[in-house]
């Protein structure tokens, strides 16, 4: 396993992190003793990352990580959030430390090495939506460096959905130390320029303003759900549905656009089209680490040893070019343009 810098946090952080919410679902959905295995194993197999929430399982998979790390007695770096209701943005600073002090209670520990706003980020506050505004940050910051004063919490960040605009204002001007950014194969337009009438979000290159920035950047959605295996079938402990995030209008429609990477399998780029996903997201130097989110056992081992192969070569890389351009091609021709 390499480790990269998070960001100027002073951190190293395995190029895999763990994700424990309901998309692979092991520390949501899984038995304890099966949970602990997993999580053991990624630890023997380098990964010290793990990134959680207090949205996942109501809770269940902070109480399910931490009573893992305390049977193991591991010494990991974890991460959690905090997603803020309309309610709460009346009361920004009171609700983010009330939630702090609650994912630290399910958690047993004194204090977290990350903590982020799990709130996406428009340039106003968009309450029915639950997003806060740039103006709301601020008081974000300053709940968070409470929490820093208390040692309740090391370091603070982002999350990296919502106005691309607010986005590249938010990573720039915040203070945050990290962002959460969305990446994948069908959607790389965080770390890669876009195509003309590209169809989905463009952040235009967010994830190298944040570097530029010394933020340190969080892949999220590498394998945009579980699409990105090319197939729909889900594991027992997966979420039942995912909705898309910056990509198609359905988790089929994104599994159908997944297929048009089978080149990398087919010329041997890649040993399959998730070795293909994950290799893609850690080809970004910029990447301080990509999250995947696991539901058994083999799936962690499976997630390393792709890792291990290290990026894309170059060539697979210019090739993954002309797919994307072809998706705003088409995009054109369904809307008659």
Same mark, same amino acid.
């Given at each position: 396993m390499r480790y990269r810098p998070l960001g100027r946090t002073g951190l190293q952080v395995s190029e895999l992190g763990f994700g424990c919410g309901a998309v692979g679902g092991i520390l949501v959905r899984g038995e304890q003793l099966t949970a602990t295995r997993v999580v053991e194993r990624a630890i023997e197999l380098g990964i010290n990352y793990f990134d959680t929430a207090r949205i996942y399982g109501d809770g269940a998979s902070e109480t399910n990580l931490g009573l893992a790390l305390q049977e193991l007695g591991a010494d990991v770096l974890v991460g959690t959030k905090v997603r803020l209701t309309a309610a709460e943005m009346e009361c920004i600073h009171e609700a983010i430390v009330e939630s #702090?002090? @609650?994912?630290?209670?399910?958690?047993?520990?004194?204090?977290?090495?990350?903590?982020? *706003?799990? =709130?996406?980020? @428009? *340039?106003l506050r968009q309450p029915e939506r639950e997003w806060v505004g740039l103006g709301d940050l601020e008081r974000v910051a300053q709940a968070f460096q409470t929490l820093q004063e208390q040692g309740k919490v090391r370091f603070w960040g982002i999350n990296g959905l919502g106005? $691309?605009?607010?986005?590249? &204002?938010?990573? $720039?001007?915040?203070?945050?130390? +990290?962002? &959460?950014?969305?990446? =994948?194969?069908?959607?790389? +337009?965080? /770390?890669?320029?876009?195509?003309?009438?590209?169809?989905? &979000?463009?952040?235009? &290159?967010?994830?190298?303003?944040?570097?530029g920035s010394q933020v340190g950047v969080i892949a999220i959605r590498v394998l945009a759900g579980g699409a990105l295996s090319g197939t729909a079938e889900r594991h027992l402990l997966g979420a039942d549905s995912v909705s898309p995030i910056a990509s198609g209008r359905s988790y089929q429609e994104d599994?159908?656009?997944?297929?048009?990477?089978?080149?990398?399998?087919?010329?041997?780029? #890649? @040993?399959?089209l998730v070795e293909a996903a994950i290799?893609?997201?850690?080809?970004?130097?910029?990447?301080? $680490?990509?999250?995947? @989110?696991?539901?058994?056992?083999?799936?962690?081992?499976?997630?390393?040893?792709?890792?291990?192969?290290?990026?894309?070569?170059?060539?697979? *890389? /210019?090739?993954?070019?002309e797919v994307w351009a072809s998706f705003a091609a088409d995009e054109s021709e369904e809307n008659g343009i």
């Amino acid at each position: 396993m390499r480790y990269r810098p998070l960001g100027r946090t002073g951190l190293q952080v395995s190029e895999l992190g763990f994700g424990c919410g309901a998309v692979g679902g092991i520390l949501v959905r899984g038995e304890q003793l099966t949970a602990t295995r997993v999580v053991e194993r990624a630890i023997e197999l380098g990964i010290n990352y793990f990134d959680t929430a207090r949205i996942y399982g109501d809770g269940a998979s902070e109480t399910n990580l931490g009573l893992a790390l305390q049977e193991l007695g591991a010494d990991v770096l974890v991460g959690t959030k905090v997603r803020l209701t309309a309610a709460e943005m009346e009361c920004i600073h009171e609700a983010i430390v009330e939630s #702090a002090e @609650g994912s630290l209670r399910r958690l047993g520990r004194e204090y977290v090495d990350l903590i982020q *706003l799990h =709130n996406a980020v @428009g *340039l106003l506050r968009q309450p029915e939506r639950e997003w806060v505004g740039l103006g709301d940050l601020e008081r974000v910051a300053q709940a968070f460096q409470t929490l820093q004063e208390q040692g309740k919490v090391r370091f603070w960040g982002i999350n990296g959905l919502g106005e $691309t605009e607010a986005l590249h &204002q938010a990573v $720039t001007s915040s203070g945050a130390y +990290t962002i &959460q950014s969305c990446y =994948n194969l069908l959607n790389p +337009t965080a /770390g890669v320029k876009a195509p003309p009438r590209f169809p989905f &979000q463009d952040y235009q &290159q967010l994830i190298d303003r944040a570097a530029g920035s010394q933020v340190g950047v969080i892949a999220i959605r590498v394998l945009a759900g579980g699409a990105l295996s090319g197939t729909a079938e889900r594991h027992l402990l997966g979420a039942d549905s995912v909705s898309p995030i910056a990509s198609g209008r359905s988790y089929q429609e994104d599994v159908e656009r997944a297929r048009c990477f089978a080149f990398l399998v087919e010329d041997s780029y #890649a @040993g399959n089209l998730v070795e293909a996903a994950i290799r893609f997201a850690i080809s970004k130097a910029e990447l301080s $680490t990509a999250l995947v @989110g696991f539901s058994s056992l083999e799936q962690v081992e499976q997630a390393v040893a792709c890792v291990q192969k290290g990026p894309l070569p170059a060539e697979a *890389l /210019g090739r993954c070019k002309e797919v994307w351009a072809s998706f705003a091609a088409d995009e054109s021709e369904e809307n008659g343009i």
